[in-house]
């Protein structure tokens, strides 16, 4: 298994420019989410998915949009950058939260992201 | 005050030193992640626990849900152990459920420690 993937590894962006940022997981999990890392503060949540086209808001959901046409895919799109969006991020995944709370969390490799 | 505090943020230690990394959360239900980043970025998730012990290797983690407490042992540190330690309290989230009808949760992170073994 290739677990959690994203790319690009790396982006430089202009303000007011767009792109997506790709994630990936091939363990049928069900649940998977988009979090921002930023110096000083702790991984804060984006967007979240529950399965294939449910998806919802995180803690700061503000220019970023997410959809879930398969359960394997979970891209995060970026609609107009904004130096306030240069970040880290990253994709997670985790299995059915059936289970309650202690559904390890696998997370991809990250991207980090620029906007000048 | 932050829901979940570390401390300490930064600790430096030499090669075979006994490390503690301790956590409070004054959120969330009665568990506790402790995930690892190492200095390339990648996060690992090392525990989840709900009571007790764990122990993986020469990673111990202690959780006291009472009080809202939990900590991570290294015994006989190694540089390869330098890395940002991080843990995260899962809280119940209103939100879309899951079609399998599990109860949603968010993880809130703590800021994380930045720990340094020196040879």
């Known amino acids: 298994n290739a677990g959690v993937t994203q790319t690009p590894k790396f982006q430089v962006l202009k303000t007011g420019q767009s792109m997506t940022l790709q994630c990936a997981q091939d363990m049928n999990h069900e649940y998977m989410s988009w979090y921002r890392q930023d110096p000083g503060m702790g991984l804060r949540l984006i967007h979240y998915s529950v399965g294939a086209g449910i998806t919802d808001q995180g803690e700061v959901p503000n220019g970023y949009n997410v959809s879930r046409s398969t359960t394997e895919d979970f891209p995060l799109r970026l609609l107009s950058a904004a130096p306030s969006q240069t970040s880290v991020y990253f994709c997670a995944s985790s299995y059915s939260r059936l289970a309650g709370v202690y559904n390890e969390q696998f997370f991809g490799p990250g991207t980090r992201l620029t906007v000048l | 005050k932050n829901e979940v505090e570390q401390s300490p943020q930064n600790l430096t230690a030499q090669e075979g030193e006994f490390i503690t990394i301790n956590c409070s959360y004054s959120?969330?239900?009665?568990?506790l992640h402790w995930l690892q980043q190492h200095p390339g970025g990648g996060i690992v998730s090392l525990f989840m626990l709900s009571s007790g012990k764990k122990k993986h290797g020469r990673l111990i983690a202690t959780i006291n849900i009472q009080e809202k407490h939990s900590s991570l042992h290294i015994t006989a540190s190694h540089p390869r152990d330098s890395a940002v330690y991080i843990c995260?309290?899962?809280?119940?989230?209103?939100?879309?459920?899951?079609?399998?009808?599990?109860?949603?949760?968010?993880?809130?992170f703590g800021k994380g420690t930045l720990l340094t073994v020196n040879p």
């Open positions: 959120v969330g239900i009665s568990a």
């Open positions: 995260a309290a899962p809280s119940h989230h209103e939100g879309v459920r899951s079609p399998s009808g599990g109860s949603n949760y968010k993880l809130t």
